[in-house]
């Protein structure tokens, strides 16, 4: 994800990172020449008309805008629930370590084990999205013997959440930590497994592949056929006017298929890097852990 400062006009004007024209103009290119090619045709052979009409392409544009902000709505609501759920993961790992450091009355190495696994949890669940090899990670924060039996398993994020129910029982058993703060521990355990369930319904519930297909064939068709509609409206005009509403209508559509996806790794998609790197940071700080090394923020953006 980029995250940009006091950015000028001309920078979002002319800015390049993050934007999806870079994207999008192989075909913006293509249809300029394309429209070129239109007019002068039409200047070659002025006796052969072209019987579409302006107004056909306005209603066409109004039903294709709609059906575009529709598209753009539900890949939104992905993006903010995905954001909303990692910003939920931030609270509650925290909250959560403050329990199990004051709460459990137990050695400094089994507290730090405990805020091992939250720790490990948000890597765990970030490469779950992405279906990145987690193991490097795990074997950097957990013993060797959890690691050997993580190492088995496909659902890594719920056998770590698993360990740490086991943990906190354990201690319970052993009277370090009464059962009610017993309860209200497992309250945020029980919310971090509301959130691997949320983003696993981000990840395997997709939009419909239907309305990408519709989205497509229209913006593209409407986009070739414009030319036609407007070369005896605007002359040699056209080819500048068409590309311009064909970035609107060609980009709005990539970016809907960006969002849509908001655990990947395109630069408007959510920075997960970051965000597992800042929860470590935290946690390791309240435990009195050495300081991992954190990727600060540049001065102009952060990728995931």
């Known amino acids: 994800m980029i995250v940009r400062y006091r950015s000028t006009i001309l920078r979002m004007l002319f800015s390049w990172k993050g934007s999806v024209l870079k994207k999008i103009y192989p075909i913006l290119s293509l249809l300029f020449v394309f429209s070129w090619v239109v007019y002068y045709y039409h200047l070659s052979f002025p006796h052969i008309d072209f019987p579409l009409n302006v107004t056909v392409f ?13 598209c753009n709505s539900a890949a939104y609501d992905r993006f903010w629930e995905g954001r909303k759920l990692w910003g939920n993961l931030v609270i509650h790992s925290r909250s959560l370590s403050f329990q199990l450091l004051n709460y459990v009355d137990t050695s400094k190495k089994e507290q730090n084990y405990s805020v091992d696994l939250i720790i490990a ?3 765990a669940l970030k490469a779950q999205l ?5 193991m490097p990670e795990m074997k950097r924060l957990l013993p060797s013997k959890f690691c050997g039996v993580l190492e088995n398993k496909k659902y890594k994020t719920a056998a770590i959440l698993n360990e740490l129910t086991r943990w906190l029982h354990s201690q319970h058993k052993a ?7 017993k309860v209200r521990i497992d309250q945020n355990i029980n919310e971090l497994s509301i959130i691997l369930g949320g983003c696993e319904r981000i990840l395997h519930t997709r939009i419909p592949f239907v309305y990408f297909v519709l989205l497509h064939r229209t913006v593209y068709l409407y986009c070739f056929m414009l030319p036609f509609g407007l070369i005896d409206t605007i002359s040699w005009a056209m080819p500048f006017f068409v590309t311009f509403v064909a970035y609107s209508f060609i980009a709005l559509d990539a970016i809907v298929d960006e969002i849509a996806e908001p655990f990947g790794y395109d630069e408007n998609d959510l920075a997960l890097n970051n965000m597992c790197q800042n929860i470590e940071y935290s946690l390791c700080e309240l435990a009195d852990k050495p300081l ?3 990727k600060g923020y540049d001065e102009k953006f952060v990728l995931n």
């Open 292 to 294: 991992p090394k954190i």
């Open 58 to 70: 306005t209603l066409m544009g109004i039903s294709l805008a709609i059906f575009l902000g529709f």
């Open 121 to 123: 949890f948000t890597y």
């Open 130 to 134: 992405r279906s990145e090899d987690v």
């Open 175 to 181: 009277g370090n930590i009464d059962s009610i703060e």
